[in-house]
């Protein structure tokens, strides 16, 4: 009748679930390209959540995690828990002796207000945009030989012409230089 089935999981399950899940949404993800591969030969979508949870002040951390990396990963796609979830008052995340709330945005009466963690979020969001508009626009190389060029742009600092570093290159350094290649995809 064409309903699925999704399950937040972990990896571990992998042998028991195989066939058996359309869409497991993996907590931490799983840490090699052969895993993501092997639940698609076994016909299910492949999502990650809980890398790291909502809440956390690290809005680099869930662009990096959330954006270039989940995609070039070859996952599906995200579901992190959750958007709202208070463990008491919404507006205290320390008033629980447990946990901390898990807050994306805090409501107001005409709205939200988000936090920079939602913006890391997004920007992850506007990466893979970014990343998806050069393999629409770019007819000289498959998406695979643009993936490469991208995780190299990621590790190896194939960044924007007169940027001078020693380490990795931001993600905001990773997505001009994705938009430099756009450029040259379009002639200009």
């Not at 066939?19 to 931490?28: F, M, Q, R, S, T």
Request: charged residues 20%.
């Amino acid at each position: 009748m064409g309903a699925k089935v999704l399950v937040a999981c972990q990896q571990s399950i992998f042998d028991v679930a195989k066939g058996k899940l359309d869409a497991p949404v993996i907590a931490n993800g799983p840490r090699s390209k052969s895993e993501v591969d092997a639940w698609h030969a076994a016909g299910a979508r492949i999502f990650m959540y809980a890398n790291p949870q909502v809440g956390n002040e690290q809005p680099a951390v869930y662009r990096q995690n959330y954006g270039l990396d989940l995609l070039l990963a070859g996952y599906d796609g995200a579901m992190d828990y959750a958007y709202q979830h208070a463990f008491g008052n919404i507006w205290n995340d320390f008033d629980d002796k447990d946990y901390r709330d898990h807050v994306f945005a805090y409501p107001t009466t005409h709205g939200v207000v988000d936090t920079v963690q939602w913006e890391g979020f997004r920007e992850a969001v506007d990466d893979v945009r970014y990343l998806s508009t050069l393999i629409a626009l770019d007819h000289s190389r498959s998406k695979e030989q643009i993936f490469q060029w991208a995780k190299g742009a990621m590790t190896n600092g194939l960044a924007p012409a007169g940027c001078n570093r020693v380490s990795s290159p931001s993600m905001a350094e990773v997505r001009e230089a994705i938009i430099e290649e756009i450029l040259k995809v379009q002639g200009q």
